[in-house]
Every structure is written in structure tokens, then in C-alpha cells.
């Protein structure tokens, strides 16, 4: 969907940031979630003061927070900087950071929203293929994005959003398809109009 269809409310709905206005949500064991950037680190903490504070809200003990972090250092790829706090990062080490914490969590349910792309292309390509392997053990990944081609070739299942309301689901050819021409249409119809005159 556009900005603004509701995408990242509803994501912030399934991962408990906030409540529905009606109705129900449910979801099935253990969510972790990349939101937009800053949400879940406190900027005024280093990156590695983060990673125990993002453990304890994952309700893990010290001892596996600590088991965790140098496989997250080592997937951040951000060297000392771990130890300055992150507001002085870059958004590309902040996504760096907050995406190894993430997938560090052993989800069952990994939502993205749109984080992805401030990462330089080697990142990129290395959280897709971490994604991958995650879909191939079973995580549901819930993945927003404006990029019909990321959506194609990593999803098997799409959502399009308009102004709060699903308008389709099915196929990430198919949604894409339509959501793309309803995308261009008013391009189309100036165009078609300018040629008239």
C-alpha cells in the first residue's frame, strides 16, 4: 500500500506497540519485530547496553543474552562502535544493529517493516538470505515493503492495504500487479489527457 494505507499500524498491532480500535489479533509464539528505526533502542545507551536491555524484553535470562551477542556482533558487522551510544550511529549501523538483535531471537513470527532499506546492498542481500533460511525453518516473516520485486521473489503470500482496508490478497504476482497499475493509473490518465488536448 501507499504511505499512510496503514501498514506499519497494523504491524505495530500484531507485535503489541499498540491496540486494535476493534476487533481481535492472535498470534502464535515468539514475535520479534523491525519496526521503523528507533523503535525498541534507547539512543542514549550503547549499542551493546541495547542488546541487554532488547534480551530482557525478549525474556531472556543474562546468561542467554550473552550467548547471543557475538553471534549478533558478528552479523551487525559494526566493530566498536557497539560500545558508543546509538544515536551517533549511521541509519545503516543502526539497521545493522537492530536487525542481528532481531533475527538473533530465534522468532517464529519476524515482521519487517521497510528497515531494510537504508542498508547498503551487501546487507541487504545478507538479511535476505538470513530470511530465507529463517522461512526454511518454519518463521513466519512478515516482510512491508514498497519494493514489488523484493515481495515477488520472497514471499508467497501478499497483502495490499488501502487507506486501512485490505484490498487484495494472494499471490505476490498477482497483488503486485494490481497494486502497481492502481499505483499508475492517475500517470495514465493525465498522459491520456495531455494527448487529447
Not at 11 to 36: C, D, Q, W, Y
Not at 87 to 96: D, L, T
Not at 132 to 152: A, E, F
Request: net charge neutral.
Amino acid at each position: 500500500g501507499r504511505n499512510g494505507s496503514g501498514k506499519s499500524t497494523l504491524l505495530k498491532i500484531l507485535t503489541g506497540v499498540l491496540s486494535p480500535t476493534f476487533g481481535t489479533v492472535r498470534v502464535t509464539g515468539r514475535v520479534s519485530a523491525l519496526l521503523e528505526l528507533g523503535a525498541g533502542f534507547n539512543p542514549e545507551f550503547t549499542g551493546m547496553e541495547n542488546l541487554y536491555m532488547q534480551g530482557t524484553i525478549m525474556g531472556y535470562t543474562r546468561g542467554e543474552t550473552e550467548s547471543r551477542i557475538p553471534g549478533i556482533l558478528a552479523f551487525a558487522d559494526i566493530g566498536d562502535f557497539v560500545r558508543q551510544p546509538v544515536k551517533h550511529y549511521s541509519s545503516g549501523m543502526f539497521v545493522r544493529l537492530a536487525f542481528a538483535c532481531a533475527i538473533s531471537a530465534d522468532p517464529d513470527v519476524l515482521i519487517v517493516d521497510e528497515a531494510l532499506s537504508v542498508g547498503d546492498a551487501a546487507f541487504q542481500v545478507k538479511c535476505m538470505s538470513r530470511m530465507k533460511g529463517l522461512q526454511q525453518q518454519g518463521t513466519t516473516i512478515m516482510l512491508v515493503t514498497h519494493d514489488v520485486n523484493t515481495v515477488r521473489s520472497s514471499c508467497s503470500r501478499a497483502l495490499w492495504v488501502r487507506n486501512g482496508i485490505l484490498e487484495m490478497d494472494g499471490s505476490p504476482r498477482d497483488v503486485t500487479a494490481r497494486y502497481m497499475e492502481d499505483l499508475f493509473a492517475p500517470e495514465k490518465s493525465k498522459a491520456a489527457h495531455s494527448s487529447e488536448a
